[in-house]
């Protein structure tokens, strides 16, 4: 019996001993940004157009694509900056609401949507005019970004690990104990993701179109594992 109580005493205590060191850490979680001015702009524009014949609507079209295409070229904007993301031919229809008659089709649209970025600016304006007197009839939304992210992501990491720090320097003087060495380290998400911010502090002016940047946020957050002494 006694031989049986040590063996169990042994095998409780090394579980015991993980234990009070999984309870003496702290966990945090850090979050760094930085705020950076964009250098890029990426817009998502096309051409729509309808005739009652297929043939004739996708005819329209591509005269119009092969005019924009043209004009990108004057002004400066690299084929590797031009991305076709939709080709699309969609019938028509009268859905007038009428018991007596079927839907019928009244027509074709054809659709080409691109997405063009502009590594210079300050032309964005200027493109966005050149573009829309060349037959671009759809603006869906211009993004901006910057081309070389990588030193602000760093730099939101850093200030994320900073972040986590601090709080936990706080929590282990209110609890009255002393913090020790990191334990583990884990960036939640994976990497940081620029996200436009809603105020708009730089802003570039054009003749015919004005367009605002802002500026962006790239975030990071990490979290972190502390030994308590």
């Not at 979050?31 to 729509?48: H, N, Q, R, W």
């Not at 005019?129 to 760093?154: C, Y």
């Not at 601090?166 to 993701?193: C, D, F, R, S, T």
Request: net charge positive; proline share 4%; no cysteine.
């Amino acid at each position: 019996m006694r031989a049986i109580i040590m063996v169990l005493m042994l095998a409780i205590a090394p579980s015991f001993s993980a234990a009070q060191d999984i309870e003496r850490r702290i966990t945090v979680t850090g979050i760094g940004e930085v705020y950076v001015a964009p250098d890029m702009a990426t817009i998502s524009l096309g051409v729509s157009s309808f005739h009652e014949k297929a043939s004739d609507a996708m005819r329209i079209n591509s005269t119009a694509m092969n005019k924009i295409f043209a004009h990108l070229k004057t002004a400066n904007i690299e084929p590797r900056d031009i991305q076709t993301t939709q080709l699309s031919l969609n019938p028509r229809w009268d859905r007038r609401n009428n018991s007596n008659t079927q839907p019928r089709i009244i027509g074709y649209e054809a659709l080409n949507t691109l997405t063009v970025r502009v590594r210079e600016l300050e032309s964005v304006g200027t493109v966005l005019d050149v573009l829309t007197k060349a037959g671009a009839n759809r603006i869906n939304h211009i993004s901006f970004d910057v081309q070389k992210p990588r030193p602000h992501k760093d730099e939101a990491r850093k200030n994320a690990v900073a972040d986590a720090r601090v709080k936990a320097e706080l929590y282990a003087q209110a609890a009255g104990v002393e913090l020790g060495k990191v334990i583990y380290i884990n960036e939640n998400g994976g990497n940081p993701q620029p996200r436009t911010m809603a105020r708009m502090e730089m802003a570039m002016a054009s003749d015919a179109v004005p367009v605002a940047a802002g500026e962006l946020g790239l975030r990071s957050t990490v979290t972190i594992v502390f030994e308590i002494k």
